[in-house]
């Protein structure tokens, strides 16, 4: 293939950081395009405005300079949704990173249309999951930009190479970046990840410091603490009854959550790219907010409906974490997700203490759950237990067919199958 | 329908019990059959010998009286195969309860056979599950034979009339039976559960006198405890080091996991009889076992593999909660499920704190973890990064040709379907 | 449990025939009890008026009787979102008389509603599907009404014991019915199913008198006819270019589909109720559909939205067979379906000929279909065949360390787990 | 990347046509190497040895010429297990060239393991599934074998420039290849697929001369013919009574299934590397193989496995169409379908007629139709119809729940989640 022309303008995911910087340096000199920096406030928990000096001292037009506050955007249109799936990848990983990356790259293609970019860059490196998930959402919103990923690129292939390439462009490094981090970190308002370099013995219990957020359980406080969140069609609307929105409720639920050493996961999983990796999640208010929401759910969704989200939620978190949620098939899925929770209303109480959360009561004006029937008292004709015969009677019947055809072939006690 | 003539002799489930010895002597005065009885241990922590006495005390020959200990063929051949699974059912529930009944089925089945019974009962009532999974258990085994369940048949309807029938048929009653319990139990190696009466309101908390096995965490010991436990083939097989049997083991994570508060749950669940209800389920043992299934299973078992077992679990474990164990879709199910346990061996570290357990540690020599292809350092070769171009190019493609489709109609900036 | 009261006021799917006439005649003198009659034209084909006169002849105020012409109500808002979803019973069956009784039993309920009537009664076996698919769909819809299913109740257990019924009270028995007729049919606007009797053994074939309306294949014409059929957001909306409503184009269908010897289905089916039976489908236009609608999906559906489609498609249908048309889980695949159907426009060219119906062109301003990405000519850089290396390379991944593994543990040559 | 190394010892999936040909003189030529010829009789209707002929023409010392009748283990290991699952890819394509592929790679793997090989090679394009199929079959096998795939590596881009390579090589080409074919076609004793050229315009129907082996069903004969085939646990095993090796079966089939104009397909697909292609398919004898192995499973399997089967399937299709063969979820999903096929033992009959093939009688010792059961006669108990009130009551529980909340919350009537 014969080298494709140089991008004239590009937009770059942007976060201040030295690696970023590097990437926009490397834009200018190897293509000699305009950049524009994209920043984002997902609820890292970092001041922007120093990416906003940084992006200028590298030479960026202000005009180019785009900083955003996207928490409100982020919890609604993406936290929220995938929490109405109780959504959990491999069992266990709440899918903080992932669910991040379809909002920044719909941002990156937004600011390349209004700005005319030809092309959009990110910082990902060529063996994670952030560059397929980038770059799934870009071809899925505009095919026509492209997508430039230095990592996969360039020759920057050591630190000392990249520092080198620091010093030669006059980027600054701060003292604390001239030696390798111990380990990497990705954080926003739903989770903290780290992994790599002390992580990636998975034999080895991650060392205290690699704790960005979350209180160690031991350090939590020796009393529990309740909170009540309440639910509106399957999104939370309230903690302890004030109501408020997704954003800050969710930063509340961090709060709370990261008191008392709730939500640390320790996982091995499996990328997309096909290696498994090592990572210490924090996800405090994500963790609390799932229980809840398996709690208000127990009382407002009848077993046709749950079990059928049960049943493909793996499937749904699995596209999340691959980087396809600008797909017909998420799409497909939320439909069906979404249309189960028109009653998911109502209240979870929940105990918080030392590293566990735990739903202790529930109730909703949409509740299912009938006392009449299920009492272990007189219940007054609500439930007619000759009903169960029938019930079971025919439940059994294509066993008994099993069974009869296994006796008649002279098979000896068995189920199933008969084997 | 003509009455059915009366069973000439059943083969009873019997506890030892109030509830099971009245049932004994109504199926004596109803019937006038010969009653042979079944107590098994399940490791639910209480004296065999007691039941026999009462049961020959009732009037039941010596050699009518059968108690056995099942813990090692109980944990064996139901616990371990469904903790392969990783089974929970409604995403919390470890199924302490369902996982017993089709054992119990068996061997009232095998002792009907081999004392020629045409019957077997059971004291379940006609609200629950138990009776289905009993009852879907006899017909898959032998169909030929009739089941009893007095609760849906007999007008003993409130606790006085029961108590009169007792007084009348001599029936000794222990002074803290006179009352009401005031909720109801059931017991086995697995786990505790408690429902009914105090627990009919889901918006109330359960009160701490509820717990018959688990610490609260909050008395949980100020220290946390590491624990090891090993796996061969997708089943524990070690723990700390030492080589335990199935039951012997469970046993062991029994003490461990209710010293340290944990598996502790309060769950409103479907019930297969189609009304919800609210269980507290204690499975201390269960639920570490779980969590380090889970945690071998991450270096050992691949993306496709694990995500296929992931993606039928929910459906696994309804058909065992709704009493299917013996079907063909569990067996196929189960074929499925053991096919992927060939290499999950190896052991993992788990800290155990005041209600939670979590991994913190794994190893195996069956680990598929390539610490060369994941590290970020130089990994020689071991993957090319450019590679990730093209897998992303194509599986990019589809979405695409979905996107200049839009583009093509005249659409806006959007994801998958294009809406 | 004690005797109900009797209800007063009954509305009763009433076909005109001997059967539902004979219930007719039981709901009065068993239960005293007014009666209104129900008779919908399904497209099965029989003229209505009849069952007005006859409904008046057995007493009926003409207020009472109620004949709606339901066609276009059956194939726009039941029998179309059903093709949308392709939806097959056990890999064969179309479903046709499933998919009318939520709808019969939608107007039961309405019609109760607006008569002020306390039950509904319909002329189901108790052996069969339809009974459960009644009665789950008025629970769904107003539990509050009784349901009578005579053929549960009475004791009219025979032939004759009916007739000599039909006799005591006046009810006219055509000659041709004196007799027991061979089969039992049912029929509406998309097929006509026979079963029982003559059709018991499924080692036999069935007789060809048993085909009520489609050609028998070898009788069909000896030439092809082509057919195009015009699709918009996934409903079929013109034949041959001209536009239709739902049933008159399903009749155009069916017409062309008959005379082809199309849609002849022997099958025997598991039932709900636990058994196995044995029916004799005809479907002409709907099997045509089918096609066609696949055929159309082929182009305007990308393999994420198919494939999703067609996993979740045997539940979908189970879920129709099964009488859950009512249900949340029904409704949450339905939006699933539906947000699939977006772009599912354009038209299908099929050829039928003696008893098959074959997809040979289709085409879409929708199409995803991309000529130059396919082609096996030179396709101006559209895909570059490199890329292919690093898709495949990274989807190797896993299973070149799963085997590295398994020649690590001295294992031979093997895929997969490596056994 | 630096270049790599040539490969010393090549083995080569050889057809013996003009492009495998250009193929081996290509790896000579380019690496150096020594090649090692594969050519296998998977049913192809081609004559071997011409394959050996012109190897050694081009150089292949005899020893490296490897001439293989695999059809055998090609039907009984590969096709039949796949039978098993009724996989059907897509709904209509019976994956006639994809189970081929993990044969011909397992094959090249054990050879080059035999001969000391360090590579393989094929002639598949960098467009299309094959090369996925035998890439991963590799990996999964001997990931330390290179695999070479010299369509995406060349610059023969074009015919001429084949062609001129051949002429440069001595490489003799049939007159008949002077020119371009219409269309490429694959075959083997499962299917014969024809693609590209004049079949690229899916709104074009393919003209007859593509048919390479099934009659026009116009031009089949004008009566039908019956064929039974004999099942043993999930297998054909006899044709007409007659017992056949799996390969001679599939043959009979094949015949019986082309005259009859059986099995003829058009298909729009959806390729694993993201773009759609059209394809022309002639299964015969797997069409007609299908239908009697849904035929026998209709009175073999139950509902519950039956259902799951069902469920699987298009999954399992996938797995195989996207080259997965030889992977953990492959073989999981297969322990899980072989575990079904214990009793699918019995005949089906089977009318062929111009281009249909249906059902129309099967028997079977195994089988789980009760006609007592189902009769409409007298079924001296075997069913008790008053059991079907109990099982609708209670399968209907939760609906009322719903309808209960939807009349408490204020709704009209409605079902499901009461919009």
Redesign the interface.
């Known amino acids: 293939?014969p080298a494709r022309p140089a991008p004239k303008k590009v937009v770059l995911a942007y976060s201040g950081g030295l690696d970023t910087s590097i990437i926009l340096k490397w834009l200018q000199t190897e293509y000699g395009c305009e950049v524009v920096t994209f920043t984002a406030d997902l609820g890292q928990g970092e001041e922007l405005e120093p990416a906003r000096a940084k992006a200028q001292m590298l030479g960026i037009r202000p005009e180019n300079i785009r900083i955003e506050d996207l928490r409100e955007t982020f919890v609604r249109d993406y936290v929220f949704p995938m929490f109405r799936a109780?959504a959990v990848y491999?069992?266990?990983y709440l899918l903080g990173t992932s669910i991040a990356r379809?909002l920044i790259a719909?941002r990156l293609?937004?600011i390349a249309?209004e700005t005319g970019a030809d092309a959009v860059a990110h910082g990902a490196?060529?063996?994670g999951n952030d560059?397929?998930r980038f770059?799934?959402?870009v071809?899925?919103?505009?095919?026509s930009l492209r997508v430039i990923?230095p990592?996969?690129l360039w020759d920057l292939?050591?630190r000392t190479k990249l520092l080198e390439f620091a010093e030669a462009h006059q980027i600054p490094v701060a003292k604390d970046k001239r030696g390798e981090a111990p380990f990497?970190v990705d954080a926003n308002l739903l989770h903290t990840s780290s992994e790599?370099?002390v992580l990636?013995?998975?034999?080895?219990?991650?060392p205290d410091y690699v704790l960005q957020r979350v209180t160690p359980?031991?350090q939590a406080p020796d009393s529990?603490e309740m909170v009540e969140i309440t639910f509106e069609r399957g999104d939370a609307v309230a903690v302890n009854g004030e109501a408020l929105s997704p954003a800050t409720l969710l930063a509340r639920l961090n709060e709370l959550g990261s008191r008392h050493g709730i939500g640390?996961?320790?996982?091995?999983?499996?990328?997309f790219?096909?290696?498994?990796?090592?990572g210490v999640y924090e996800t405090p208010g994500g963790t609390i907010l799932l229980e809840a929401h398996?709690g208000i759910e127990?009382?407002t969704?009848?077993?046709?409906?749950?079990?059928?989200?049960?049943?493909l939620?793996?499937?749904y978190a699995?596209l999340i974490y691959n980087g396809?949620?600008?797909?017909?098939?998420?799409?497909?899925?939320q439909?069906?997700?979404?249309?189960?929770q028109?009653?998911v209303t109502g209240t979870v109480?929940l105990?918080l203490?030392?590293?566990?959360v735990?739903?202790?009561?529930?109730?909703s004006?949409?509740?299912?759950?009938?006392?009449r029937?299920?009492?272990?008292e007189?219940d007054a004709?609500a439930?007619?237990?000759?009903?169960?015969?029938?019930?079971?009677?025919?439940?059994?019947?294509?066993?008994?067919?099993?069974?009869?055809?296994r006796?008649?072939?002279g098979g000896g006690?068995?189920?199933?199958?008969?084997?």
């Not at 640390?264 to 990328?271: H, K, P, Q, S, W």
């Not at 735990?358 to 109730?363: D, G, I, M």
Request: no cysteine; aromatic share 8%.
């Open positions: 293939m109780n491999e069992g266990l379809p719909r293609v937004e249309r490196t060529g063996k560059q397929v770059e799934l959402s071809a899925a919103l505009d095919p990923a990592w996969r292939t050591s990497s790599g370099k990636e013995n998975p034999a080895e219990p991650f359980p031991e529990p640390i996961l320790d996982l091995v999983e499996n990328r790219v096909g290696m498994k990796s090592r398996r127990q009382i969704l009848d077993a046709g409906a749950g079990h059928l989200k049960d049943s939620m793996p499937r699995e396809f949620w600008f797909s017909p098939e998420r799409e497909m899925l439909a069906l997700i979404d249309r189960s028109e009653h109480r105990k203490y030392k590293g566990s735990r739903t202790v009561a529930r109730w004006d949409h509740s299912l759950y009938s006392e029937h299920v009492t272990f007189e004709g439930y007619d237990q000759t009903d169960a015969q029938g019930f079971i009677t025919l439940n059994a019947l294509r066993l008994r067919l099993i069974a009869a055809r006796a008649r072939l006690l068995g189920g199933g199958l008969g084997g």
